[in-house]
Every structure is written in structure tokens, then in C-alpha cells.
T-cell receptor, first 110, second 114 residues
Framework: GENVEQHPSTLSVQEGDSAVIKCTYS??????FPWYKQELGKGPQLIID?????GEKKDQRIAVTLNKTAKHFSLHITETQPEDSAVYFC?????????FGKGTRLHILP | GAVVSQHPSWVICKSGTSVKIECRSL??????MFWYRQFPKQSLMLMAT?????????EQGVEKDKFLINHASLTLSTLTVTSAHPEDSSFYIC??????????FGQGTRLTVV
């Protein structure tokens, strides 16, 4: 089955700087890659996603890149703000299942 | 994005009793619903996948007789934890998917078994 690896597990960046989170997946048949933000005590919130026929997608300060050959995808957050502090999960979807990475705890330092 | 409502947001029950968690898609029809379990500071672990009107597909290691899933309509799925024990205490999260690939999550239910 699908296996999703996510790095780093913890990331601290200065407010205003950029943050990058990287994930790899194992199943080349996976075709949809969402990213979720989870705040304490809440369910995950979809923040951006990318499909396997696209290499890059951007939405304001958030961008995601996908390299199908290498089977890795990354989340980029620019001009980070305090409200970006949360746990971020990457995921890979094949058929009916969404498999999550282990998460990255992002701290935005004042 | 679409709205998925999960109820209750927290519940405390006695050991040996059963508890039901509801997951509703409020503004779309959910052909597929997923149930996850999350322990503190860990990732979401998929428990089961259910399609409306059919039996749920459980992940390896998840007891189907303990975690009963019903997906009777396109807007409602329920998870019943039967004969709950303290080790079942966890954060349970549902997600729902309509015709597209996007899956939207409920706000989660924190279950504490005492």
C-alpha cells in the first residue's frame, strides 16, 4: 500500500521568512496530493492540493510542487505569519484512500 | 470549502458502554466517508472507508465488530465504539468526499473512556 514520508517533524521559522515542508510517496499510482493544516483540538483543514498532471500550484502565500518522477511533493509558505503556526500534513490519494504523512509542527517565531 | 459537521465534539463514557459519533456533510452529497483515529501528537490513522449503502472497508488491525460504521445516506455516517475501554480514548475524525477528489474533514470528537 501507499506510504507517505514527511520532513521535517518540527520546523521553526522567523515571522516573514519562508517555510518548506517535503513529502515523498511510494505508490506511483497515487494521483492526488492534498495538504492539510490542523490546529490544536480541531479537524484538518484542506489548504491546497495538486493533481498528478500538474507540476506546481499556487494560492496567495502557499504553493505546492510535485515531482512525479521522484515521487515527492513540497509545500511552500512565504511571508509567514503567526497564524500559520499549526501542524501541517501532506497526504497521497490512490483510488478511495487518503494516506497521511506524520505531520510537521510549524512554529512561527516573533 | 464544503462543510462537514461532526457530533459530539467531545464525549466521556464509562468503560463497557457504547458511544456513537455522527458525521454529516452539510452542503454536498458524500459518496464516500472516511473515519480516522488520532493519538496525541501523531498523524491520522485511517480506520475505515465507507460508501453510501454498502458495508465499510476496514483497515488492517481495526476490529469491525468494535467500531461499527453505518453510512445509510449520502449525508450521514456514524461510528459506534462498542464496549469502550480506556485504550479506545482518542480523537476520532471523519471526512467526506463527494464527486471530486477533495475530502473535507469534520472538527473531530474527543472520546475519553473512564
Amino acid at each position: 500500500g501507499e506510504n507517505v514520508e514527511q520532513h521535517p517533524s518540527t520546523l521553526s521559522v522567523q515571522e516573514g521568512d519562508s517555510a518548506v515542508i517535503k513529502c515523498t510517496y511510494s505508490d506511483s499510482a497515487s494521483n492526488y496530493f492534498p495538504w492539510y493544516k490542523q490546529e490544536l483540538g480541531k479537524g484538518p483543514q484542506l489548504i491546497i492540493d495538486i493533481r498528478s498532471n500538474v507540476g506546481e500550484k499556487k494560492d496567495q502565500r502557499i504553493a505546492v510542487t510535485l515531482n512525479k518522477t521522484a515521487k515527492h511533493f513540497s509545500l511552500h509558505i512565504t511571508e509567514t505569519q503567526p497564524e500559520d503556526s499549526a501542524v501541517y500534513f501532506c497526504a497521497a490519494n490512490r483510488d478511495d484512500k487518503i494516506i497521511f504523512g506524520k505531520g510537521t509542527r510549524l512554529h512561527i517565531l516573533p | 470549502g464544503a462543510v462537514v459537521s461532526q457530533h459530539p465534539s467531545w464525549v466521556i463514557c464509562k468503560s463497557g458502554t457504547s458511544v456513537k459519533i455522527e458525521c454529516r456533510s452539510l452542503d454536498f452529497q458524500a459518496t464516500t466517508m472516511f473515519w480516522y483515529r488520532q493519538f496525541p501528537k501523531q498523524s491520522l490513522m485511517l480506520m475505515a472507508t465507507s460508501n453510501e449503502g454498502s458495508k465499510a472497508t476496514y483497515e488492517q488491525g481495526v476490529e469491525k465488530d468494535k467500531f461499527l460504521i453505518n453510512h445509510a445516506s449520502l449525508t450521514l455516517s456514524t461510528l459506534t465504539v462498542t464496549s469502550a475501554h480506556p485504550e479506545d480514548s482518542s480523537f476520532y475524525i471523519c471526512s467526506a468526499r463527494g464527486e471530486g477528489a477533495e475530502a473535507f474533514f469534520g472538527q473531530g470528537t474527543r472520546l475519553t473512556v473512564v
